[in-house]
Nanobody, 125 residues
Framework: QVQLVESGGGLVQAGGSLRLSCAAS????????MGWFRQAPGKEREFVAA???????TYYADSVKGRVTISRNAANTVDLQMNSLKPEDTGVYYC???????????????????WGQGTQVTVSS
């Protein structure tokens, strides 16, 4: 079993930056592909960014491309650096892990096996 805990959310003005982190515990973290999703009130959960097991492959939603960077480090965390934030970026951000042995990236929420509880990001205009 893998436990995921997100942190780093908060309130920021439009144009500002936030860095979210996802800390994993339990089984070996390094073998999992990871992703970030978000959910705004009244809307479905949507894909934000993903990174492969090796970290060599990343993929971003068009809505955040150029403003967001996903990365993983040796401390068994996956970070999401978000810059030039917009009010439409507001939502609960979830970290997810996929236990596939391949070096693929995954953009569909049902492809993920483990989820964190989420962290709130609010961008004021």
């Amino acid at each position: 079993q893998v436990q995921l805990v997100e942190s780093g959310g908060g309130l920021v003005q439009a144009g500002g930056s936030l860095r979210l982190s996802c800390a994993a515990s339990g089984r070996t973290f390094g073998v999992y592909a990871m992703g970030w999703f978000r959910q705004a009130p009244g809307k479905e959960r949507e894909f934000v960014a993903a990174i492969s097991r090796s970290g060599r492959r990343t993929y971003y939603a068009d809505s955040v491309k150029g403003r967001v960077t996903i990365s993983r480090n040796a401390a068994n965390t996956v970070d999401l650096q978000m810059n030039s934030l917009k009010p439409e970026d507001t939502g609960v951000y979830y970290c997810a892990a996929n236990r596939s042995p391949t070096d693929d990236i995954f953009t569909l929420h049902h492809s993920y096996d483990y989820w964190g509880q989420g962290t709130q990001v609010t961008v004021s205009s």
